[in-house]
């Protein structure tokens, strides 16, 4: 019996469940993303450091449990991190790559589990003594839960707002109105 595999949420072209579910959501369809930015009195390179290090991740978003570094040491280009996140009914792991590193500026994270991606970007820059920090974050579902988007998208915005407030607190930020 031939078994169907979402194999790339990026590329809805390559499983019949990721092309069901674009034609159904139209190819247009939006991800589920979260977006936000910080200013911090510490110095770019010090925001950016302590940003790319996902084991900090714990420090700040209450939706990590725990954040565990796999491969390399701090943050770094070709590291990955297993981050455990809150889920229903029981704790989810993703192992994050860092697919783009470049101190101190941009830093890009991907996960991917059998149901979802996770692409996530971080950007400081230089602003006075301290710098902005811009967290961008996008969720897909993969196959026929593609459908769901709309649904985690609202589920998305509680989640990203608890996590901004507390990057706010351990960057010693206030929000910035974009």
């Keep these: 019996m031939p078994q169907i595999v979402a194999r790339n949420a990026a590329d809805p072209d390559q499983c019949p469940l990721d092309r069901l579910a674009a034609r159904i959501l139209g190819k247009t369809a939006s991800m589920p993303s979260y977006k936000t930015t910080l200013r911090t009195p510490w110095p770019q390179e010090k925001a950016f450091s302590y940003m790319a290090d996902l084991r900090n991740f714990a420090e700040w978003d209450p939706g990590v449990t725990k954040a565990v570094q796999v491969l390399g040491d701090g943050d770094g280009p070709d590291t990955e991190f297993d981050v455990t996140v809150k889920g229903v009914p029981s704790p989810i792991t993703l192992r994050y790559r860092t697919l783009d590193h470049q101190p101190p500026n ?35 579902l993969k196959g026929v839960l593609r459908l769901f988007d709309p649904v985690l998208g609202l589920a998305f915005k509680g989640i990203g707002d608890r996590a901004a407030a507390g990057m706010r607190k351990a960057l010693e930020g206030e929000e910035v109105r974009t």
């Design 106 to 140: 941009r830093v890009l994270v991907r996960a991917e589990s059998k149901t979802l991606v996770s692409v996530d970007e971080i950007i400081v820059e230089a602003d006075g003594d301290g710098s902005l920090v811009t967290y961008d974050a996008e969720l897909t």
